[in-house]
């Protein structure tokens, strides 16, 4: 289980990734505001899954 501080620095990562200027505080609140739908893709499946933004891909790519 992921810790609301390393939660909120994902968030923080990939708002900076689009290039929006989010804050501690106003994370969460930013996220939301421009992450409508998050899905998970595996194989040719794709599925909404409203934290798939706590997916590490690394981990998941050396597992299979």
């Given at each position: ?32 505001q ?21 997916i590490?891909?690394?981990k ?5």
């Open positions: 289980m992921r810790s609301d501080n390393d939660k909120i620095k994902t968030k923080l990562d990939i708002l900076s990734s689009m290039g929006i200027d989010a804050n501690r505080t106003n994370a969460s609140e930013m996220f939301n421009y992450i409508k739908k998050q899905f998970v893709i595996e194989g040719v499946e794709a599925s909404e899954n409203k934290e798939a933004y706590l590490d891909i690394k998941r790519a050396s597992c299979c």
